[in-house]
């Protein structure tokens, strides 16, 4: 049986990986991962039991004690607290401001990889983050890397009615010791600060294909 093909989407936070990613996954019939929403996850937990996530220690600990369970539904993995997938909670501000101390924190770092490694059981993946290339898989033939200028990034989010610093954010996800944000070797960089995500996910798909050749019937 041949081994699952990871598709790994990384970049700087809304380059539009989420959106592209979806876009891709659903063209292909693969199954999307949302890494990003694994780190909210852990961080909406620690946050929802008192954890106090400027404490390392604490984080991994909280990390390590975690009952939690990887589910593939609708083509979309999610980790789940106690049966419960916290969609909306995980994009509060809250959560938003605690998710890049939680994703800095080692043993998470280590347990997230071996969660996401996991997913390969669901089968084809499109998966998104910041490391999925160099860290996760970076076995994968298919790296992707995405960008755009930082004020168009930012009126993005504004757009989504969300206000944050992406300057800061990006800076600690690059600047953090373990897995930090950085181009993938043998990536595909693709800026697309003039792109629609039509655009963008038909590149990405143009190029997905042109690699498969005429062995990829996706
Ligand atoms: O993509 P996002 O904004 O939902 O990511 C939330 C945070 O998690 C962001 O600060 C970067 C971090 N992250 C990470 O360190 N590694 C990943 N593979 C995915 C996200």
Redesign the pocket.
Known sequence: MKSPIVIAIDGT?ASG??TNAKLVALALGFVYV????M??TLAWHCLQTGVDVQQPRAVAAACRRWKTALTCVDNQVRLLVDGYYPEKEVRSDATSAA??LV?AVPQVRKWMKQKQRECLKFGNLVME????GSN?FPETDFKFYLDARLEERARRRAADGVNENLAA?DQ??SQRAV?P?MIPLGARVINNSQMTAAETSALILEEIRRRLGSDGAV
């Open positions: 936070s990986k989420s949302d890494t990003g929403a780190y909210r998710v890049s994703a983050g910041r490391d999925i996760v954010r600690r996800d897995a944000l």
